[in-house]
Nanobody, 123 residues
């Protein structure tokens, strides 16, 4: 079955950089949009950045100019390079992907989520 696995989170000081990655695996036929969301304690999950299969990107206003999303279609991976990190970027970051794959042996298009990875920025 299809799954998304994130890696690369951790603790960094304010002004530092981190790169989080997500790999999609399983019975995948095609991946459309991929993206990163985040959820801070007591707040709703929000879109951080998204990227289409063709490479078009969009970002939350709060991260524009600091974060860069990229993907490798051959490897079914998406990355988020985070620079100039601020304490308010602290959150659990979730990978999301719109995938055509097999679910219980039946092909279909579904929205998949990773398990989440913690990013903590200290002041």
């Amino acid at each position: 079955q299809v799954q998304l696995v994130e890696s690369g989170g951790g603790l960094v000081q304010s002004g530092g950089s981190l790169r989080v990655s997500c790999a999609a695996s399983g019975s995948i036929f095609s991946i459309y949009g991929m993206g990163w969301y985040r959820q801070a304690p007591g707040k709703q999950r929000e879109l951080v950045a998204g990227i289409t299969s063709g490479g078009s990107t969009n970002y939350a206003d709060s991260v524009k100019g600091r974060f860069t999303i990229s993907r490798d279609n051959a490897k079914n991976t998406v990355h988020l390079q985070m620079n100039s990190l601020k304490p308010e970027d602290t959150a659990v970051y979730y990978c999301n992907a719109d995938i055509i794959g097999l679910r219980r042996g039946v092909p279909g298009r579904d929205d998949y989520w990773g398990q989440g990875i913690q990013v903590t920025v200290s002041s």
